[in-house]
């Protein structure tokens, strides 16, 4: 109603809640002095998210050619929404109690989403939606981004494009019925499995300038989505250390030395720092050492052909010496006999 006064966050109630979006402009010329303006600081952020395939024309959300997104772009711009404390108390709220204004009494607003209200009708009610919010236009048809948690997995589900229109032509909100078939698929198949643990070191490497190896472990535990029945023997580690020629001495405890990842198949499903687990000191002998232990790994036949040739090296010069301590005694006993 013109010149009624209402609060920033009661307009925000008023969007949220009920759709009202004839608040959009009112917040828009309060934000940044008028809808155009507001409308170029949404294409920046949305911009900054990596909002790829979404350009907004307008604040209220109507029908316009220059004005889209994707399901993908929409999952992107409500995780960041999610990251303030007063949108997820508005955008949970089922009811919002608007105070008397300068023109009009006390009222209640009723939330569009009745994926998270049975009050109007429980047909769409869905106990693990915690929250979300609704949109509808002609063109787009009927959408719904939500949350929704059970155990311990929560979903963030968007719908768009969904039918307006039952199969008698009565009024139907398929989004809220894609929505939850959505998240019965979601809750059904997949399950967290952790992945990657610091407690599961992932090998023992050879330091360079040491006389000791260390052991490498992931950073932190990292925890993935994986389906219920997963095989795991398609599970695979590999890590990647930040320098080609390897490790080198000194090393610090729970230094970063290159990153590890976990496979599922061919998909990466986790990823963390690789760190050593102990310091290792420098020591000039002791990469001479791991160099002889290297190669011995490296080259075992190689190994053992170069002993043998030395122990036969020596043998043969025994042998010579042997030969001529022989010699030289002989030829001492017969000087002794001349002697005499």
């Not at 300068?102 to 009723?110: A, D, F, G, T």
């Not at 976990?262 to 001479?288: H, K, P, W």
């Not at 040739?309 to 001492?332: C, E």
Request: charged residues 20%; contains cysteine.
């Amino acid at each position: 109603m013109a010149g009624e006064v209402f609060t920033l966050e009661q307009l925000l109630y008023c969007l949220m809640i009920e759709s009202a979006n004839d608040a959009a402009p009112v917040i828009a010329e309060y934000v940044a002095g008028s809808e155009p303006a507001f409308v170029e600081m949404m294409n920046q952020k949305a911009a900054e998210l990596g909002c790829t395939g979404t350009h907004f024309a307008n604040t209220h959300g109507l029908h316009d050619e220059e004005h889209y997104t994707t399901a993908r772009d929409l999952a992107k711009i409500m995780m960041a929404a999610l990251e303030y404390e007063k949108f997820q108390e508005i955008y949970s709220a089922d009811r919002y109690t608007l105070a008397a204004t300068n023109l009009q009494e006390e009222r209640i607003l009723v939330t569009t989403n009745y994926l998270i209200d049975a009050s109007i009708t429980s047909d769409y009610y869905d106990e693990r939606v915690i929250g979300g919010k609704t949109g509808f236009t002609t063109p787009a048809g009927r959408c719904v981004m939500c949350v929704a948690e059970s155990g311990n997995l929560r979903y963030l589900c968007v719908v768009l494009g969904a039918s307006s229109t039952g199969a008698d032509g009565s009024t139907y909100f398929g989004s809220f019925v894609s929505a939850s078939e959505a998240l019965d698929f979601g809750f059904d198949s997949f399950t967290f499995a952790e992945v990657l643990s610091p407690l599961a070191p992932i090998a023992q490497l050879p330091v360079a300038h040491a006389t000791q190896s260390v052991v490498v472990t992931p950073a932190e535990s990292v925890t993935t989505m994986l389906p219920k029945d997963y095989d795991k023997s398609l599970l695979s580690t590999r890590y990647q250390l930040t320098s080609e020629a390897g490790l080198d001495a000194p090393l610090e405890a729970g230094q970063a030395v290159g990153v590890v990842q976990e496979y599922y198949g061919s998909i990466c499903v986790g990823q963390t720092d690789l760190v050593t687990v102990t310091g290792v000191e420098r020591n000039a002998f002791g990469a001479v050492v791991m160099q002889v232990k290297g190669e011995i790994a490296q080259s075992p036949w190689q190994f053992v052909a170069i002993v043998l040739a030395v122990l036969l090296g020596i043998f043969l010069l025994l042998l010579i010496w042997s030969t001529w301590v022989r010699r030289r005694n002989r030829k001492r006993r017969q000087n002794r006999r001349k002697g005499n």
